[in-house]
């Protein structure tokens, strides 16, 4: 089991930048891919951006792609989320999530049920 903690979110303006971080505890492995998720009121849960632990290969909602960066660091057991060109439609509440057995020819889900560890969110709201 991997526990995950996430931290960073607030309230900035719109144009702002925020970086939002995902502890990872317990035991993790390169086969792990960790993934950010987010969801606004009154709506789904929807995929943002993930990380294979072991190659680091990203992949990115269409929604956030040129503005948001994923990355990790494996000696700390960290991911990351720096967002920039923060816009009020990004305000939602953001989850880390860790998919534990995605082999690596598999494709990276972007669907919330393939992913099997969560955070409690933190939230981020973006005003205008």
């Known amino acids: 089991q991997v526990q995950l903690a996430e931290s960073g979110g607030g309230l900035v303006q719109a144009g702002d930048s925020l970086r939002l971080s995902c502890a990872a505890s317990?035991?993790?492995?390169?086969?792990?891919?960790m993934g950010w998720f987010r969801q606004a009121p009154g709506k789904e849960r929807e995929f943002v951006a993930a990380i294979r632990w072991g190659s680091g290969r990203t992949y990115y909602a269409d929604s956030v792609k040129g503005r948001f960066t994923i990355s990790r660091d494996n000696a700390k057991n960290m991911v990351y989320l720096q967002m920039n060109s923060l816009k009020p439609e990004d305000t939602a509440v953001y989850y880390c999530?860790?998919?534990?057995?995605?082999?690596?020819?598999?494709?990276?889900?972007?669907?919330?049920?393939?992913?099997?560890?969560w955070g409690q969110g933190t939230q981020v709201t973006v005003s205008s």
């Open positions: 317990g035991r993790t492995f390169s086969s792990y891919v």
């Open positions: 999530a860790a998919d534990r057995s995605r082999p690596p020819d598999m494709v990276v889900a972007d669907t919330p049920v393939e992913y099997d560890s």
